[in-house]
């Protein structure tokens, strides 16, 4: 058990990065924001439910670390057209919480988003679940693990292509 | 009974080499669809091993009507409509499950999952009534061919087996990748809904003309080898099996290459226990064949695309608002296999893919141009000069040629005139 202190310093210490993370990804900046990845990171973004198995079946995204890359390096030719142009975005990240500790001693994080996705096709609404695993690595803390539980991911959705 | 069909010249809207843009915009031209496609010929609804148990059910659509594919205690599948015969309430609200019956939330009604209405709630007030009379209401045919369930409106017309006509092989061609020769649909479906009409979707399946510009981010960042199958250079075809079933033929570039399992950009040597597998259930010989050939590129008309790797299925919900469930084919007795088709499906397709969310942007665009009034016409006179004959008589042309959608629209004006 952390101490009150120790927990105060973590949660803010978390709650930056998950802003920084949220300013990165709506800025478009997306290598600094594969910077924030570990080396054995997963980006999982689950379809039908939020607790399926994305081993056996289909998640909207499920990228391990060299398809994070690609992704990233997708959206940086500039001719991924589907964000160009790019679309803008504001997301507000909020009940962000310190979860039961990690095995291996990651802290676990969630929090909700609410993302206002303005694109060609027309003005989106995108509500989520985050669960992160960070990790301290050289001091700063990184992302090892995301998963973005949308609230309608049993439903029919629009194209999302920018970092969600 | 259609007054559109009487107004409309369907000859005047649809050329050999061009046709109307009103044809992707019009709401009275899209109800007409609905009824002279969607209502009427034969539409893919489901697989039969989505359904595998007594019992087993799951919601899929025709168009935007709710069905429920049902395997009733016999075995045998059924294609119910999701509307209670009484107020017309949705009879089943979960997307899938295993249920003996479904019992309507309003007023109690239960139906058995073969679609018969077993009881009322306070049962009299009925005295007299036939039982028979209030069933579920069914897709009128329900045919399946290799385990792909399609059902049709029409009391009568063409048995599956006409309609699919030369696109029947290549389901065969499919089936054969499973060293059992059964596909398995188990994944679960993304849908990904876009603000487009149906038909740019249907087109560009077998749109061999656009992967070299409009997939040029992803090719050039990962070492793919499919772009060039779309180059100027290819030998791959484009092919109109008629009854506007489509195809890309890959198979001469597969051929050329002569590598097993070059068609999915592995080898034998990293699928070990899937060669042997196959070359176990055909032969060596055959084997090889199969693992060099790969499997098609399929647009089986109105709805049902077959991508090498992942199954589409295009639902029309409206005018501009159409949705593609899609998953990745899982081929019986073969997980070394299967593993890495949901890997390269995930990334590939659904909102978030690296190939579909680029075709999505395409079709929601050209729906956008297309209102506008001029020009007014959409051309699709790639190729026409140089389309030739196969072997069988269907015809073919260059992988960038327009000969699919060609092909479509011969086949919708067709549909579209005879009421
Ligand atoms: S509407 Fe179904 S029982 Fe009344
Ligand atoms: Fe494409």
Redesign the pocket.
């Known amino acids: 058990m952390l101490s009150r202190e120790s927990s105060a310093t973590l949660m803010s210490a978390v709650t930056a990065f998950l802003n920084r993370e949220a300013r990165l990804q709506d800025e478009h900046q997306y290598e600094a924001w594969e910077r924030l990845w570990t080396d054995d990171g997963v980006y999982w973004v689950p379809a039908n439910g939020a607790n399926i198995d994305p081993e056996r079946e289909m998640s909207i995204i499920y990228d391990n670390r060299s398809r994070i890359a690609l992704r990233v390096r997708q959206l940086m030719t500039g001719k991924h057209f589907t964000q160009t142009p790019q679309s803008n975005l504001r997301r507000l990240v909020s009940n962000i919480e310190l979860m039961d500790e990690q095995p291996g001693g990651d802290i676990a994080v969630a929090s909700n988003s609410l993302i206002f996705e303005s694109s060609l096709r027309d003005d989106t609404l995108w509500a989520a679940r985050n669960e992160y695993r960070l990790r301290h690595v050289d001091g700063d803390l990184r992302m090892a693990y995301k998963k973005v539980v949308l609230v309608n991911n049993d439903k029919a959705i629009y194209t999302l292509s920018f970092l969600v | 009974m259609n007054v559109v069909r009487r107004m409309v010249q369907w000859n005047e809207l649809i050329h050999p080499d061009r046709v109307h843009g009103s044809l992707y915009t019009d709401r009275s031209i899209f109800e007409a669809e609905l009824q002279n496609i969607w209502y009427r010929t034969w539409v893919y609804v489901g697989h039969e091993s989505e359904v595998p148990k007594a019992n087993d059910y799951v919601v899929k659509s025709i168009g935007p009507q709710s069905v429920i594919m049902t395997r009733d205690e016999q075995g045998k599948v059924n294609l119910l409509l999701n509307r209670?015969s009484?107020?017309?309430?949705q009879?089943c609200s979960y997307e899938r499950g295993n249920a003996r019956s479904f019992t309507?939330p309003?007023?109690?009604?239960t139906f058995a999952n073969d679609g018969r209405l077993v009881g009322y709630?306070f049962p009299d007030g009925y005295e007299g009534q036939d039982r028979m009379e209030l069933a579920l209401g069914r897709v009128t045919r329900v045919e399946s061919y290799r385990g792909f369930v399609f059902g049709s409106f029409a009391a009568d017309g063409p048995t599956l087996k006409e309609h699919l006509g030369g696109a029947a092989e290549t389901i065969d061609r499919l089936v054969r990748t499973s060293p059992e020769g059964e596909v398995q649909i188990t994944a679960g479906f993304l849908k990904h809904r876009v603000k487009a009409n149906w038909k740019f979707i249907l087109e560009n399946e077998c749109d061999g003309y656009h992967p070299a510009f409009v997939h040029t981010s992803i090719f050039g960042v990962a070492d793919s080898m499919i772009g060039k199958l779309y180059g100027g250079a290819s030998t791959a075809l484009t092919r109109d099996y008629g009854n506007g079933h489509t195809e890309i033929d890959l198979r001469p570039e597969f051929r050329k290459r002569d590598l097993p399992m070059s068609w999915f950009g592995t080898s034998e040597e990293r699928l070990p226990d899937y060669a042997a597998r196959m070359k176990a259930a055909y032969g060596d010989t055959a084997a090889r064949e199969i693992m060099i050939d790969g499997t098609p590129h399929v647009m089986i008309f109105p709805n049902l695309f077959i991508a090498e790797i992942q199954m589409f299925v295009i639902q029309p919900l409206g005018v501009d608002d159409s949705v593609q469930h899609v998953t990745a084919l899982q081929f019986k007795g073969a997980p070394d296999l299967n593993r890495r088709l949901r890997q390269q499906t995930m990334g590939s397709v659904g909102p978030a893919g690296f190939l579909l969310a680029d075709d999505s942007e395409m079709y929601e665009r050209c729906h956008r141009g297309v209102l506008a009034r001029n020009p007014e016409w959409v051309f699709l006179g790639r190729g026409e000069k140089r389309e030739r004959r196969d072997e069988l008589g269907f015809r073919i042309g260059h992988v960038t040629d327009e000969v699919p959608s060609r092909g479509i629209w011969a086949h919708y004006r067709k549909l579209m005139e005879t009421a």
Do not use: D, E, K, L
């Open positions: 209670c009484h107020r017309g309430n009879v309507c309003f007023h109690s009604w709630a």
